[in-house]
């Protein structure tokens, strides 16, 4: 049974740093794209960053020239660099790994930025 774990999120400071890891257990093949999603209270899930086989990257407006993601197939992990957090960043964030048959979701990890 597959399972993805997140770790790295916690409390940061406006202007701060926080680097999520996502990692998945248990068998799988053939990832052709790993993403981080995040939700707000009261408002719906959004993708914040996704990376797919080769490379390619794409970001929320919003978090664009600040987050940064990465990928390693071989490890079974994604990462998500947050710089020049701000409050408006507060969520809960969400990883996903997709593959040919299926896709799979983190339990979620919260981010909360304040001073």
């Known amino acids: 049974q597959v399972q993805l774990v997140e770790s790295g999120g916690g409390l940061a400071q406006p202007g701060g740093s926080l680097r999520l890891s996502c990692t998945a257990s248990?068998?799988?093949?053939?990832?052709?794209?790993m993403g981080w999603y995040r939700q707000a209270p009261g408002k719906q899930r959004e993708l914040v960053a996704q990376?797919?086989?080769?490379?390619?990257?794409s970001y929320e407006d919003s978090v664009k020239g600040r987050f940064t993601i990465s990928g390693d197939n071989a490890k079974k992990t994604v990462y998500l660099q947050m710089n020049s957090l701000k409050p408006e960043d507060t969520a809960v964030y969400y990883c996903k790994m997709v593959t040919s048959l299926r896709e799979y979701w983190g339990q979620g990890t919260q981010v909360t930025v304040s001073s």
């Open positions: 248990g068998i799988i093949f053939n990832i052709y794209a």
């Open positions: 990376i797919i086989s080769g490379g390619s990257t």
